[in-house]
């Protein structure tokens, strides 16, 4: 099954919407933006920064020692890759860390299966010296976590052995379209695979299985069994996922509730590597 960090950043949203971030912005602010994006992103993943938190464009400005204008061309571009959202209108729209829904969580899994699908197949047209290799690693991984279902491990272990597994017939096989696609959308499906991994442990021998059926197609050279065989890994796991979150629920949903947030964590990033503050703020 395809299948949370140190630091975090805040809240208080900026009161206008992001602009085109191209517009604006210097070369010399080219590396900034770069490190902002990163920055914001792995918080965001690692469930740092929790869904449904307000982002202040200056506190992160702050934190990160940046200008306001790099801060806010990472955030137009985490909103176009759907890890930030607005919520509100005019004076009143905010930017929020998007939330965790199941539609969203659906969509999701499906885009990654189907670039995985893709994936697993070109690896399985790889010439048979190469594959071997690649088997060979896939097999010791997918073991690793055959372990980890038996001694019923740690969670964040697994997630790291899983999201190994996957990489392993992506990175240095996909080309580069395919691979920078997958490198904007992979790293969503990870913010559910990480929330809710310790529901998922329970679940790890069903994985295993049918990485092992990604694993013999790519070993026979069988580029549609490879294909198919990762594209119903991530079907079934979207199905895992949808039965999880109708026993968990949804996070960062306000609109679930009708109404917009009437305080929320100001998750601070501390970037000295520093223990995460949080306060709260009223909206």
Same mark, same amino acid.
């Given at each position: ?6 630091? +975090? ?14 517009? /604006? ?15 914001? !992103?792995? $918080? ?16 992160? *400005?702050?934190?990160?020692?940046? =200008?306001?204008?790099? $801060? ?8 176009? @890759?759907?890890?930030?959202?607005? $919520? ?16 969203? /969580? ?27 290799? #690649? $088997? ?13 279902? =038996? ?9 790291? #052995? ?26 969503? =499906? @990870? !913010? ?5 991994? +310790? ?26 069994? *490879?294909? !198919?065989?990762? @594209? ?17 629920? @949804? ?20 970037? =000295? /590597? ?10």
């Amino acid at each position: 099954m395809p299948a949370s960090s140190r630091r +975090s950043t805040t809240a208080a949203a900026p009161r206008q919407a992001p602009r085109d971030a191209a517009k /604006g912005t210097k070369p010399a602010d080219l590396d900034n933006v770069t490190r902002a994006y990163q920055e914001l !992103r792995r $918080v965001i993943v690692w469930g740092q920064l929790p869904p449904g938190a307000r982002i202040s464009e200056r506190i992160v *400005a702050d934190r990160l020692g940046l =200008s306001r204008t790099p $801060v806010r061309s990472a955030l137009h571009r985490l909103e176009q @890759e759907g890890f930030v959202a607005s $919520v509100g209108s005019g004076r009143e729209r905010r930017l929020v860390v998007a939330p965790l829904t199941m539609h969203d /969580g659906q969509e999701v899994y499906a885009l990654v299966g189907h670039l995985e699908g893709l994936a697993s197949r070109i690896a399985a047209g790889l010439p048979a010296a190469v594959r071997s290799g #690649l $088997v060979k690693r896939l097999r010791t991984l997918n073991a690793a976590l055959a372990a980890q279902a =038996s001694t019923h491990g740690d969670a964040a272990h697994f997630f790291d #052995l899983d999201s190994e597994f996957h990489r392993g017939y992506v990175e240095g096989v996909a080309g580069p379209r395919l691979l920078a696609l997958h490198r904007a959308i992979k790293p969503q =499906s @990870e !913010r559910y695979s990480r929330l809710y991994a +310790s529901v998922f442990l329970n679940q790890v021998t069903t994985s295993v299985r049918e990485h092992e059926s990604i694993i013999r197609g790519i070993a026979r050279g069988d580029r549609a069994g *490879a294909q !198919r065989a990762a @594209e119903m890994n991530w079907r079934n796991a979207a199905e895992r996922l949808a039965r999880v979150i109708e026993q968990h629920g @949804e996070r960062g949903n306000w609109e679930a509730w009708g109404e917009q947030p009437l305080a929320t964590d100001l998750v601070v990033l501390d970037p =000295s /590597g520093g223990r995460t503050r949080r306060k709260r703020s009223a909206s």
